[in-house]
């Protein structure tokens, strides 16, 4: 059993960056593709981002493409998000996840675990 708390969530302007962190344990860590996803209000879970278990390989949604940046440290069982230019639309909550697979599998949604979900909230 693998648990992901998040944390780096807050309030930002709008240009803003943030980054966001996610922390692991319970599991073999370096096993696992990582990702975040999203949830705005009134909308589905999407995707923003992954990173291969070595993390030599990376992925960003199309809404972020650009001002995405996504690292793991496999030492120290973490891996971030940094999203720049904030954008209003960029306010959801964001959870990491982690997938004993490929990143096409998580970055379709399939994922093992999940954590709890950090705020964003950006402002115009």
């Known amino acids: 059993q693998v648990q992901l708390v998040e944390s780096g969530g807050g309030s930002v302007h709008a240009g803003g960056s943030l980054r966001l962190s996610c922390a692991a344990s319970?599991?073999?860590?370096?096993?696992?593709?990582m990702g975040w996803f999203r949830q705005a209000p009134g909308k589905a879970r999407e995707f923003v981002a992954a990173?291969?278990?070595?993390?030599?390989?990376?992925d960003c949604a199309d809404s972020v493409k650009g001002r995405c940046t996504m690292s793991r440290d496999n030492a120290k069982n973490t891996v971030s998000l940094q999203i720049n230019s904030l954008k209003p639309e960029d306010t959801a909550v964001y959870y990491c996840?982690?997938?004993?697979?490929?990143?096409?599998?998580?970055?379709?949604?399939?994922?093992?675990?999940w954590g709890q979900g950090t705020q964003v909230a950006v402002s115009s």
């Open positions: 319970g599991g073999t860590f370096r096993t696992y593709a």
């Open positions: 990173i291969s278990w070595k993390g030599g390989t990376t």
């Open positions: 996840a982690a997938r004993r697979g490929t990143l096409r599998e998580l970055g379709a949604g399939l994922t093992d675990y």
